[in-house]
């Protein structure tokens, strides 16, 4: 079997939906590159999803490669209730009462079926309804009502969701929906549980506990509150997806790539991956290439410096799923041979953590092996740990990850540069180097008489532990 070596460091996660739920399907996007597949738990039902993983583990199998399965939340969905017409025709100073009657809506009222929300707005707050499209500011309020005056906007029609930026409202980040579909989803074996909705550390702290250790956590960046808490939501959790469609619609738009750029760099100075993702390329959901917006869109994530980038409808319910992980693929590729890619990355290096040997010996390590254009860089690890101080300092070149955990192998898939192999359990240091001399050239990773540089954590076993550095030379 011919190892399958990603022609490039960043990594792509790709949505499965209707326009990719066949094995065939799933197998092809993984051959154009896909490194891990979301199933979105916002659809469809526990069956479809256990099928998909089925698929997902049997082509894992088939090539002998570990594939990230991400399992995302919905989390709390606000929409407002239904309209006698379905819709209802908006004009700029109208006024409409939300409130809690669930009776069917009209230009004068409308239900809005979250007394959190009704007991939270303030006066001079704002809604912001459908992706944005129609703005309402609160004017008055009262008990289980409030009153909005529509500022922009022109059709407002039945369930369509809702944001309020700048208020941090009082709801769980994990429903009991959401309760249910992670044991679900825990059950079935995925690598990631991607947690949506999350305002404050506490949101995390609470889903670390119901997880138990049976899965990684990405959390998804989508409320401002979450950004004023980042240091701390970084902290709790085991990455990070900025997921720019609802922040966009709460935050300012010419702050997006400021936010974009500031959550990319610390998430990846904590050494943790960081996921990009919304809209990168919606076009191709309809047409066969993107827009040149798009593509730019896609290069300054990666020029940013991030784990991976993500395909959402594209992949999920777009008629050309192949073709859009194609051109992700392309756009990866082109923009990390470019000079200035490398030149400012190398620009923008994370220090050691104070009086941290292990970052201290990662730094050496990428230092060495870039000044003796070593073939890659080699870490042993049981957690992983040692791997993602590796790619935290986005090296040029592979990191071969040995492990004998496949839970591991699986989740650093999504990680910057990471090529996983699989080895039997090792006692010493001298016997991972001589695995490593072995695998890294039937991998295709490097040719016999070429270097590489290699880390590990002595004694094995001790997660955090990376305190050695070795040179050698594959056979």
């Given at each position: 079997?011919?190892?399958?070596?990603?022609?490039?460091?960043?990594?792509?996660?790709?949505?499965?939906?209707?326009?990719?739920?066949?094995?065939?399907?799933?197998?092809?996007?993984?051959?154009?590159?896909?490194?891990?597949?979301?199933?979105?738990?916002?659809?469809?039902?526990?069956?479809?999803?256990?099928?998909?993983?089925?698929?997902?583990?049997?082509?894992?199998?088939?090539?002998?490669?570990?594939?990230?399965?991400?399992?995302?939340?919905?989390?709390?969905?606000?929409?407002?209730?239904?309209?006698?017409?379905?819709?209802?025709?908006?004009?700029?100073?109208?006024?409409?009462?939300?409130?809690?009657?669930?009776?069917?809506?009209?230009?004068?009222?409308?239900?809005?079926?979250?007394?959190?929300?009704?007991?939270?707005?303030?006066?001079?707050?704002?809604?912001?309804?459908?992706?944005?499209?129609?703005?309402?500011?609160?004017?008055?309020?009262?008990?289980?009502?409030?009153?909005?005056?529509?500022?922009?906007?022109?059709?407002?029609?039945?369930?369509?969701?809702?944001?309020?930026?700048?208020?941090?409202?009082?709801?769980?980040?994990?429903?009991p929906k959401d309760k249910i579909d992670l044991e679900a989803a825990l059950g079935m074996g995925v690598d990631w549980i991607a947690q949506s909705f999350v305002q404050k550390p506490e949101d995390v702290i609470e889903a670390r506990k119901l997880i138990a250790g049976r899965a990684a956590l990405m959390i998804k960046l989508e409320k401002p509150s979450a950004l004023t808490y980042l240091d701390q939501m970084i902290a709790q959790c085991d990455a990070v997806m900025l997921a720019r469609g609802d922040l966009g619609v709460e935050i300012p738009p010419e702050e997006v790539p400021l936010a974009q750029k500031r959550v990319v760099r610390a998430v990846r100075f904590a050494g943790k991956p960081i996921v990009v993702a919304t809209q990168m390329m919606e076009s191709m959901i309809e047409n066969p290439s993107p827009t040149r917006a798009e593509v730019n869109d896609v290069s300054t994530a990666i020029f940013d410096g991030t784990d991976a980038v993500m395909l959402s409808a594209e992949t999920a319910?777009?008629?050309?799923?192949?073709?859009?992980?194609?051109?992700?693929?392309?756009?990866?590729?082109?923009?990390?041979?470019?000079?200035?890619?490398?030149?400012?990355?190398?620009?923008?290096?994370?220090?050691?953590?104070?009086?941290?040997?292990?970052?201290?010996?990662?730094?050496?390590?990428?230092?060495?092996?870039?000044?003796?254009?070593?073939?890659?860089?080699?870490t042993y690890t049981t957690s992983g740990t040692t791997a993602l101080r590796a790619v935290r300092q986005r090296p040029a070149m592979k990191v071969a990850c040995l492990t004998q955990n496949l839970v591991t192998a699986r989740r650093l898939s999504v990680s910057y540069g990471i090529h996983a192999i699989l080895v039997d359990e090792l006692t010493t240091f001298a016997d991972a180097v001589k695995v490593a001399q072995q695998r890294i050239g039937a991998e295709g990773l490097a040719k016999k008489g070429e270097r590489f540089v290699m880390t590990a954590g002595v004694p094995f076993g001790t997660p955090g532990s990376t305190n050695i550095l070795r040179v050698g030379w594959v056979e």
């Open positions: 079997m011919t190892s399958i070596i990603r022609p490039r460091q960043t990594k792509i996660v790709a949505t499965l939906g209707p326009a990719s739920n066949s094995e065939e399907m799933i197998r092809k996007l993984f051959m154009a590159g896909v490194d891990m597949f979301r199933l979105n738990f916002s659809h469809g039902d526990h069956k479809d999803h256990a099928e998909r993983v089925g698929f997902i583990r049997k082509i894992e199998k088939e090539t002998g490669r570990p594939i990230a399965i991400l399992a995302d939340m919905q989390g709390p969905k606000l929409r407002v209730g239904r309209f006698k017409d379905g819709k209802i025709e908006l004009k700029i100073g109208q006024k409409i009462r939300l409130d809690l009657n669930p009776e069917l809506g009209d230009e004068v009222r409308v239900n809005l079926p979250h007394p959190e929300v009704i007991n939270t707005m303030p006066v001079g707050s704002f809604i912001l309804l459908d992706d944005g499209k129609v703005r309402m500011e609160i004017v008055d309020r009262g008990d289980g009502f409030l009153v909005g005056e529509i500022k922009a906007g022109r059709v407002l029609s039945n369930n369509k969701g809702f944001n309020v930026p700048g208020v941090v409202l009082p709801l769980d980040a994990l429903t319910a777009g008629q050309y799923p192949v073709e859009a992980v194609e051109m992700m693929d392309r756009i990866c590729r082109s923009v990390e041979k470019d000079t200035l890619y490398r030149a400012l990355i190398n620009a923008d290096h994370p220090d050691a953590r104070h009086n941290d040997a292990g970052d201290a010996i990662t730094i050496a390590a990428d230092q060495v092996a870039h000044n003796l254009q070593a073939a890659c860089i080699v």
